[in-house]
């Protein structure tokens, strides 16, 4: 094998914490980055065996240092002796190893314009590599600058990180991971993380094979890229969270903990129903922290709690990941895949502290998949993005849920608890037993109703800004609608669009249902098949607009205003409804303008192309249209509007021979017609 020269050098010089010379003291030599004690040394001659390596005497003209010598098939090593507190070690490099890299790379690039070099090779020695250049295979690299574009593929094998322009990779291979799927691996890629950590970050790179996690949880610390390359596993065999951004003992309020994290790749498997690990538990916790990115995770059969809890976090991005499988362990029917939540205490987030209330901000969850994994004994997600917990005082903000899918969830897609300026935008729902539901605090949860300050309000909080556009429902309901937007009387929802979503085959539900919202719009939307419900619902709203939307095969009715003020229905396309086509009851202000029904009360006869009832107060009925469907039951009245209703002005509407038996009744106090609405 080659000979590699070291010592000799003014870096080769054992010393005191004073700075004193020890002489004639006895130094180990151990391979770099595996520890191994390398026995094969020679003097500088390279024939001559040394049985035991000593600092130079006193009397030499350099006490204290190492003299030169060669040591047997190892590139670099770690000089080691023993200090006040135990082994203490230090790095050096072969002397030959730059001269290996020069001739290597003249050997495999006859130009500089760039080639490729196969294993197997060794870089070291401050090696500079022209633009292009290909290390490939199981290549041996260390302290490797570069100038160009560099690929290291194969094995990454250094310890200490492999320094690339300033950024250190970390293998956790070099630690003592096997990947083999029985060994423990959770010390090695922990010491890995811990070592990246050490350097103020760096990138920890976990190759192919599956890592059996039996110490938990791994931490991970600012500054961090943890990459699972493709075929690596994570697999618990702990019963406690996977990943956590921190300490226990750690005191960083706001998002001033560890933050600036990349975690991507791989596959993390909870195993809920393995013995021993169906306690609820989180795969992925993150808390008190900024700047975060994960990415391509593939994250399996969950017990309980959540695949990724952030709490207290800013700036969270989740990317193109699959999140499959779940066991509900007793009363997690409302858990999520992805959760939001404050740091309101030990049982919201039990990694570490403060406690200081801080809430979630600026989140994007794109490109998910929410869903099955097919374990037997796991159901898909409960649900997919959301918070189920809240503080009078604070909210969580700017969140954004895009072209996901979520399919066969047991619950809410989406669940946007207290949530300021959220959009879920181009999602697929399947299968779901509810869709999306932006919602103010709740106060029946009375944990929710206090405030920061410890004091129970009894009340809820408004909120504002939700836009829910341009999303597919496809059996979805038979929990809850596919679309609510719902606040109470102390907190109402403002400033909300509804639009360009398609809904079809709605079980027991209705299609769109808004309650206690302001200033909002639904429009363009597509309804059909809704069993047992009404396609759009609106209860005690204000300034709002439904416009431009399609409904057909409604089992109750296409559109309903109940308590609503100044809310305008215009232009709506409302075929074969099961009881009315526009139902409105004790409203205030409304005009209700251009609508096309065809067809109502299919159910049993019993129904109304637009009906008012219950002391309804200012309404205005202009250039609507119906026309019987031409099959089953038919309304019985194009228009009825009950006594006791007042302010009627009704102009250019066309029904006229289309009502059973006749085309309107309106007993209202002194409408306002025009010869067109007179019903003569």
Request: charged residues 15%.
């Amino acid at each position: 094998m080659a000979l590699y020269t070291y010592g000799g050098n003014p870096a080769a010089v054992l010393t005191t914490s004073t700075g004193a010379v020890v002489p004639d003291y006895p130094v180990l030599v151990r391979a770099a980055g595996t520890g191994a004690l390398v026995t094969a040394l020679y003097e500088a001659d390279g024939v001559t065996p040394i049985a035991e390596l000593r600092t130079n005497g006193p009397a030499s003209d350099a006490p204290g240092a190492i003299r030169t010598f060669k040591a047997d098939g190892v590139s670099a090593i770690e000089y080691e002796y023993n200090g006040p507190s135990g082994p203490v070690r230090w790095y050096e490099a072969g002397r030959e190893l730059a001269q290996e890299a020069h001739a290597a790379v003249a050997d495999a690039l006859k130009k500089a314009e760039g080639g490729t070099v196969t294993a197997p090779v060794t870089l070291g020695g401050g090696a500079t590599v022209a633009s292009g250049m290909t290390v490939a295979g199981g290549a041996t690299v260390d302290s490797l600058n570069t100038t160009g574009d560099l690929t290291v593929g194969g094995i990454l094998d250094a310890a200490g990180g492999i320094a690339l322009t300033g950024m250190r990779i970390f293998n956790p291979r070099i630690y003592g991971a096997t990947g083999n799927g029985s060994t423990n691996d959770a010390p090695a890629i922990q010491a890995a993380l811990s070592a990246a950590a050490t350097y103020g970050g760096g990138w920890v790179i976990v190759p192919p094979g599956t890592y059996r996690l039996a110490t938990l949880p791994l931490r991970i610390y600012r500054n961090t890229r943890l990459t699972l390359l493709p075929g690596a596993v994570f697999r618990r065999a702990a019963d406690a969270t996977l990943l956590l951004n921190g300490d226990a003992d750690q005191d960083f309020g706001g998002y001033t903990g560890h933050g600036g994290l990349i975690i991507e790749g791989g596959v993390w498997d909870m195993r809920a129903t393995t013995t021993g690990l169906t306690n609820p538990r989180m795969c992925i916790s993150l808390g008190h922290a900024q700047n975060i990115l994960v990415r391509g995770v593939e994250i399996r059969d969950v017990p309980g709690y959540h695949a990724i809890e952030a709490n207290a976090c800013k700036d969270v991005r989740i990317q193109d990941s699959r999140f499959l499988g779940f066991v509900d362990t007793g009363g997690r029917e409302n858990s999520e895949a992805i959760q939001l939540d404050l740091a309101a205490g030990s049982g919201y987030f039990g990694g570490f502290g403060p406690y200081d209330f801080t809430p979630v901000e600026d989140v994007s969850v794109s490109g998910c998949y929410f869903g099955a994994s097919g374990t037997a004994g796991t159901t898909a997600w409960a649900r997919g993005v959301g918070s189920h917990s809240a503080r009078i005082g604070r909210w969580h903000k700017r969140i954004r849920v895009t072209d996901c899918t979520f399919e066969g969830l047991v619950d809410y897609a989406v669940h946007a608890y207290s949530w300021d300026d959220v959009v879920v935008a181009n999602c697929q729902l399947v299968n779901c037993a509810s869709g999306v539901r932006v919602r103010t605090v709740d106060t029946a949860r009375t944990n929710d109703t206090i405030n920061t300050s410890g004091t129970q309000t009894s009340a809820s909080q408004a909120q504002s800004g939700a836009v829910v556009v341009g999303c597919t429902f496809r059996n979805t309901g038979a929990e809850d609608e596919p679309i609510i937007i719902e606040g109470e009387t102390t907190g109402r929802v403002r400033m909300v669009t509804v639009a360009d979503n398609v809904i079809e085959q709605v079980n027991t539900q209705n299609g769109i249902r808004l309650t206690f919202v302001d200033h909002y719009a639904v429009t363009g939307n597509v309804i059909r098949d809704v069993n047992a419900g009404t396609g759009i619902s609106q209860t005690s709203t204000t300034e709002g607009v439904v416009a431009n939307n399609r409904i057909d095969d409604a089992d109750v009715s296409g559109i309903t205003a109940g308590s609503c003020t100044d809310v305008l229905i215009a232009h709506n396309h409302l075929s074969r409804l099961g009881v009315n086509g526009i139902h409105v009851t004790a409203g205030v202000r409304l005009k209700i303008d251009g609508n096309f029904i065809r067809g109502a009360a299919r159910v049993d006869g019993n129904g109304y192309g637009i009906r008012v009832t219950t002391s309804t107060a200012g309404i205005t009925i202009t250039n609507n249209t119906y026309r019987k469907s031409g099959s089953g039951f038919e309304a019985l009245n194009a228009l009825s509007i009950t006594a006791g209703n007042t302010g009627v002005r009704r102009f250019g509407n066309d029904w006229l021979g289309q009502g059973n038996p006749t085309d309107a009744v309106d007993a209202s106090t002194s409408p306002n017609l025009s010869p067109y609405d007179t019903g003569a």
